[in-house]
């Protein structure tokens, strides 16, 4: 089983809307401000050093994928 991110047990879900959680506003207020700040931070860069979809398809010698594109074949 896939182990969820540490910030992700911070805060408990309240109930599902539309298959996305929600948290209850007064526990995520009550969260201490650096340490949001520091995960906040660590996506940032996570994210920053990731490549979009098609640079990353294109970097591996591959079509982009899309919807569209599903149920065709992808040349090497």
Known sequence: ??????HMSLVLRSHPYKGWPLYATAAALALDG?????????????EAASLPRDAAAERIGRQSWSYA????????
């Open 1 to 6: 089983m896939k182990q969820r991110p540490w």
């Open 34 to 46: 650096d340490l949001v700040r520091s995960v906040v931070a660590e996506r940032l860069t996570w």
């Open 69 to 76: 594109s599903a149920s065709m074949p992808v040349s090497a």
